[in-house]
């Protein structure tokens, strides 16, 4: 009996093996391609391209070939998504035991794109149910689903995999190219070694990062557990940022250890260089990671490393600055905290930043310092060659100059303070340094800037706008030391004096150049007690005789050791378009008044002045007659040439005329003399005898 029944079971067995021969044999899955095809253009309103034949085989392993395949747009023929192939197998067998038993499954060059619109919906809200119909789901729980008990996959490869992300509404687009992921074996229950390599690109702005990581994978499947140790990862970025510097980047962490909740490497290691057309920055930092992965909260407690500067501009060449940092990033809250203690020569620079809302950062800060000096670690640029004629239709930067870019404004969300104790700045010393800087909707305010300087006080309002290229600024200068102020600014010191200045200037411009050009306001000077170098205007005085006799002008060059003191100066200036045009000079001094008007090219940095000094006081002892008779000439002096070094010329002829125009009024009032008094007499006698006649006519009219 036992024997039959053993038999009639092998024969069964037979007629299945039979019978499964002769589906796999018969069974075409192609069939299917029409009908998969008009699910996805009725369902999504898009088209499925299936270029070859479906492969399936059953036994002894369910293996599925998929061939080129392409995904299109919803309502297009474009496509959006597509596979090169596919292939899976799985046994049969130990899948009929709840066991997964697989071959390698293989992906090769799987592309897809996503767009995200100006109104902020995807271009998959239909595959994700998102579109006004619920997307389709596999079986519920209770619904037959059986889950496996025991993995065994011979490994995973994705080959060659690209994936974009468009933003329509920030006019970006983000790519993953490249990407490779190989797995070995992967069981329910077991270590993986894995590979991931990828780069990042991105247009706006423009750079790239490469990825790369390495590792094993504990798999605890059943408890549903996955871990990482010795993980390495290395990612190496480039960008270029306004098309003059270039940074690069890189970030390596070493020993990790990753679990499904929390994140710990032993290192990471932070470089960067930035690179400009005079200057080189290289920045490193090490330090330990932690991270909690459920909350997405990464934290680098302790980074130490320094930031190296090589400029030929700098004193020694380069300067060396050690760091020492704290970086926390909460990306749930979406909230970054930098704390940076920075040695600067000596000088300890305290900086706190906080950044929130990633989508559109805001940036808060508070730099504090006992000394910082900028000159040091930030010399000016060099300014280019200069720029050749600009061609019709061409614009300032097509010309050459130094570029100024404040486009960077335009996203840019900023509320920080700086306390400064010492500051040098481009030659100017400053301390006691106060200044809140804020920027919105694509304007930078730096106010109140406050400041000492040069015996002296600042008070200024600076401001940049992206739209235009726009700067201004709306500056006091009270009780300032003018003459050490302009050396340290400009190089020379035509103007000494203490007492105020006044700026409101504005100007937009591509360039340095350029705004230079464009400037205009209003600016005034107040001095007391100073003097104009390059000219002796007393000294040219005790020689006016002579000069005067030779009807000549007189030309000389600026000489730093010459000088004309004052008691007292102002004048103010009207800017348009890079002119500087006055007419209210008003110096005076114990012998001299000077009056004049002119103008000064600030792009050019050239000046066109004429002063008129004129003798107000009498002198006695040597030389004190000729001056004498010189009170009241006034002798043009014309002011030219680059405002470093101006050149004099001095008008004598203009003097010597209306000197002997004076002289001949003087000789005709005194030939006049004699006659006016005689005249004054008669009028006083008539006077007299009028009165007289009248008083007796008065005195006849009271007696009758």
């Known amino acids: 009996m036992a024997r039959k029944i053993l038999i009639a079971f092998g024969v069964l067995i037979a007629l299945l093996v039979v019978a499964v021969v002769v589906l796999v044999a018969s069974f075409d899955a192609n069939r299917f391609k029409p009908q998969i095809q008009d699910h996805v253009a009725s369902r999504y309103q898009r088209t499925l391209a299936i270029d070859g034949d479906l492969s399936l085989s059953v036994f002894p392993r369910i293996a599925i070939s998929i061939p080129a395949t392409r995904l299109s747009e919803r309502g297009s023929a474009d496509p959006v998504a597509s596979v090169g192939a596919a292939r899976v197998s799985v046994e049969l067998l130990p899948l009929l035991r709840g066991a997964v038993v697989a071959d390698k499954v293989r992906i090769d060059k799987l592309t897809a794109t996503v767009v995200r619109r100006a109104d902020g919906s995807l271009s998959i809200d239909d595959l994700l149910g998102r579109d006004g119909q619920p997307a389709e789901t596999g079986p519920k729980d209770g619904g037959g689903a059986i889950g496996p008990t025991a993995i065994d996959i011979g490994g995973i490869e994705i080959i060659g995999a690209e994936l974009r992300y468009v933003d329509e509404a920030a ?90 909740s929390s994140l710990v490497a032993e290192t990471v290691e932070l470089a960067a260089r930035l690179i400009e057309p005079t200057r080189t920055v290289d920045a490193k930092l090490a330090g330990p990671l932690t991270g909690d992965l459920a909350a997405m909260v990464f934290e680098l407690p302790r980074l130490a490393g320094s930031i190296d500067i090589e400029d030929p501009a700098l004193p020694q060449g380069k300067v060396a600055m050690p760091i020492e940092a704290r970086l926390k990033a909460d990306a749930g809250n979406e909230r970054i905290e930098l704390d940076t203690l920075t040695t600067i020569e000596g000088s300890i620079v305290d900086a706190k930043t906080r950044v929130s809302n990633f989508a559109k950062p805001r940036i808060d800060f508070d730099l504090q310092a006992d000394k910082l000096d900028l000159d040091r670690i930030a010399p000016p640029v060099t300014p280019p060659p200069a720029a050749k004629p600009v061609p019709a239709g061409g614009t300032a930067t097509a010309a050459g100059g130094t570029p100024i870019y404040l486009s960077p404004l335009a996203g840019l969300e900023l509320d920080g303070r700086i306390a400064i104790g010492e500051l040098a700045a481009r030659g100017i010393q400053a301390s006691d340094v106060r200044a809140t800087i804020k920027a919105h909707g694509g304007r930078l305010d730096v106010a109140p800037l406050a400041a000492k300087l040069y015996g002296g006080t600042l008070d200024a309002k600076l401001s940049a706008q992206a739209s235009g290229n726009r700067v201004g600024a709306d500056a006091t200068l009270a009780n300032v030391a003018v003459g050490p102020l302009l050396e340290a600014a400009t190089g020379n010191r035509l103007i000494e004096g203490t007492g105020a200045v006044k700026m409101q200037l504005a100007s937009a411009g591509a360039t340095v150049e350029a705004m230079k050009r464009a400037v205009g306001g209003k600016a005034s000077l107040v001095l007391t007690d100073g003097a104009v170098r390059g000219i002796d205007l007393g000294e040219k005085i005790r020689q006016a005789r002579d000069l005067l006799g030779r009807g000549q002008s007189e030309q000389t060059a600026s000489d730093a050791t010459k000088k004309t003191d004052f008691s007292s100066m102002s004048i103010s200036f009207d800017i348009e378009d890079g002119i500087a045009s006055s007419k209210d000079l008003d110096l005076k001094s114990p012998l001299l008044r000077v009056t004049g008007d002119g103008r000064i090219d600030i792009g050019a940095d050239t000046i066109d002045y004429t002063a008129r000094p004129a003798l107000v006081a009498t002198s006695t002892g040597q030389g004190g007659r000729e001056r004498d008779d010189l009170h009241g000439i006034t002798i043009p002096v014309r002011v030219t040439g680059p405002l470093a070094a101006p050149g004099w010329q ?37 006077k007299e005898d009028l009165k007289g006649k009248a008083t007796e006519k008065l005195r006849g009219l009271f007696n009758r």
Not at 173 to 199: C, M, N, Q, W, Y
């Open 650 to 686: 001095i008008d004598w002829a203009s003097a010597a005329r209306e000197m002997l125009e004076s002289r001949a009024a003087d000789k005709l009032k005194e030939s006049l003399a004699p006659k006016v008094d005689e005249l004054r007499q008669q009028r006083d006698d008539a």
């Open 171 to 260: 006019a970006r687009t983000v790519g993953i190219h490249e990407l490779d992921l190989v797995t070995g074996a992967i069981a329910s229950r077991g270590t993986t070694p894995v590979k991931l390599a990828f780069v990042v690109r991105s247009d706006q702005p423009q750079a790239e990062a490469k990825v790369s990581a390495a590792g094993n994978l504990q798999l605890d499947l059943p408890a549903g557990a996955v871990s990482g140790t010795g993980l390495t990862m290395t990612i190496g970025a480039q960008a270029e940022l306004d098309g003059q510097r270039k940074l690069n980047a890189t970030v390596q962490a070493k020993g990790v250890e990753a679990s499904t």
